[in-house]
């Protein structure tokens, strides 16, 4: 009886499968009928009649015209989200007396980060702009302190993807509540206090919260890219000219480059190309030159210059030790792996 059932079962589907989805069932192959089908001539109109009503379905866009490039180029091997000097999550850095903390986080995870510090320090929060990434502390005593002091935290976008920068103001209280001051009242306690809060963001590096509000306010996608144009290859830096000289030549010296020399008032750093000094970073540059001797660039030597584009724009460039031009391929594997380095 069970093996009967099972047989009457089968056959059942078998036909069931015609019935179905064959060329006259329910479901017919239509994708085999489109294939086979034939074309049929244009609809006549009478030369009397207008046409505009008869319209396609899916009418093609017009193809926009596009510039073909006058030169060739290769296209470079995506740049790491960090470079290998950036695996710390947390790090405070410092120029010409201002300080912040890098973090390896976006904007929108570090946003909440702070206000779940200030709530658990029992610190209250005043204001909160997030579009501009400020969150205002209420004002409160301080052990051994006879003023009571304020801090306004600011939250932004870091140099390289993915990540963000964490600034910190304070202010003591006068007579009566003033404008933020352009620098901290006391430059100890804003020391103290982004240490801090550093501490707290690389102990809590585990569970990073986003916040939604913050995360489209403030962009994730950093302030430097590699940019191609129809005569050279360039880093775009979004940094005024202190700061990005800073980083580039921090940078320079992280990506494998010896500087020879440097002219600051020009932009300029004259630089030798080293190449990896290990076997982990030569693994880096196979994938470009084929083989695993010696970098084929190593001892050749470059400038890179640093041109300003506005009041917070730097164009990095990569040119002969003479200022002559160079391959282009050499512009763009020596600039990806910059770009990676400067922070």
Not at 48 to 62: E, G
Not at 86 to 109: C, Y
Not at 167 to 191: I, K
Not at 256 to 278: E, M, N
Request: hydrophobic residues 40%.
């Amino acid at each position: 009886m069970i093996r009967l059932s099972s047989v009457l079962v089968i056959a059942l589907s078998l036909s069931g499968c015609s019935w179905f989805f064959g060329e006259d069932g329910l479901f017919p192959d239509n994708a085999s009928r489109y294939q086979s089908a034939s074309e049929l001539p244009p609809i006549d109109v009478p030369p009397h009649l207008t046409t505009d009503a008869i319209q396609p379905d899916y009418p093609v866009p017009p193809v926009a015209a596009s510039t073909q490039l006058a030169t060739q180029f290769e296209t470079p091997r995506p740049t790491p989200l960090t470079a290998n000097n950036q695996g710390d999550s947390v790090r405070i850095q410092s120029l010409s007396g201002d300080r912040w903390a890098l973090v390896g986080v976006a904007p929108g995870q570090l946003w909440p980060q702070v206000r779940t510090f200030l709530t658990t320090s029992g610190i209250g929060v005043a204001a909160v702009d997030a579009e501009a990434g400020l969150i205002d502390t209420q004002w409160f005593k301080l052990e051994e302190r006879e003023l009571a002091v304020r801090f306004r935290f600011r939250v932004d976008t870091g140099v390289q993807r993915n990540t963000a920068e964490l600034h910190v103001l304070q202010q003591n209280r006068g007579v009566e509540d003033l404008d933020w001051p352009p620098q901290s009242d006391d430059d100890d306690l804003e020391r103290k206090m982004l240490q801090d809060m550093a501490q707290y963001l690389a102990n809590s590096a585990d569970s990073t919260p986003i916040s939604m509000m913050a995360d489209r306010a403030m962009s994730d996608s950093g302030r430097i890219t590699l940019e191609d144009t129809e005569t050279v290859t360039r880093i775009r830096l979004e940094l005024p000219f202190d700061r990005a000289w800073a980083s580039v030549v921090k940078g320079t010296e992280a990506a494998d480059f010896a500087i020879d020399d440097r002219d600051r008032s020009q932009g300029i750093l004259y630089v030798t190309f080293v190449g990896p000094q290990d076997e982990d970073e030569s693994g880096w540059f196979d994938w470009l030159w084929g083989g695993e001797d010696d970098h084929p660039l190593a001892g050749h030597r470059y400038q890179i210059r640093l041109d300003a584009s506005g009041e917070t724009v730097m164009l990095i460039t990569l040119v002969g030790p003479d200022g002559e031009s160079v391959d282009r391929r050499e512009q763009q594997a020596l600039l990806t792996l910059l770009r990676g380095n400067i922070t």
